[in-house]
């Protein structure tokens, strides 16, 4: 069965850095797009960043560019990102969701994982 989970959030001072990891199961990379989601206290769920099946990663949210990276391992099964000179605004649950193919902005994925909680510090 389909499977996704995030995990590696936790606290991090401002200006620090953390990788998260979404482990897969169920699909292909090769067919399926996974994108980073994220929902700040109080604040409707938004898309950050993905990466398509040929490996294409368009960005949602200007304000991670040149901060965020996602990367495949295609060995393990797990998609990353990679979150440099975090921010406090950073600070959300951040989840991980895979559709057919192509990325998309909107939460209109067919697979979720359960977030994982990033608390940037001032």
């Known amino acids: 069965e389909v499977q996704l989970q995030a995990s590696g959030g936790g606290l991090v001072q401002t200006g620090g850095s953390l990788r998260l990891s979404c482990a897969a199961s169920?699909?292909?990379?090769?067919?399926?797009?996974v994108g980073w989601f994220r929902q700040a206290p109080g604040k409707e769920r938004e898309g950050v960043l993905c990466?398509?099946?040929?490996?294409?990663?368009?960005y949602f949210e200007d304000s991670v560019k040149g901060r965020f990276t996602i990367s495949r391992d295609y060995a393990k099964n797990t998609v990353y990102l990679q979150m440099n000179s975090l921010k406090p605004e950073d600070t959300a649950v951040y989840s991980c969701?895979?559709?057919?193919?192509?990325?998309?902005?909107?939460?209109?994925?067919?697979?979720w994982g359960q977030g994982t909680l990033v608390t940037v510090s001032s």
């Open positions: 969701a895979a559709r057919l193919n192509y990325c998309s902005p909107s939460s209109n994925y067919d697979y």
């Open positions: 990466i398509n099946s040929a490996g294409y990663m368009p």
């Open positions: 169920g699909f292909t990379f090769d067919d399926h797009a």
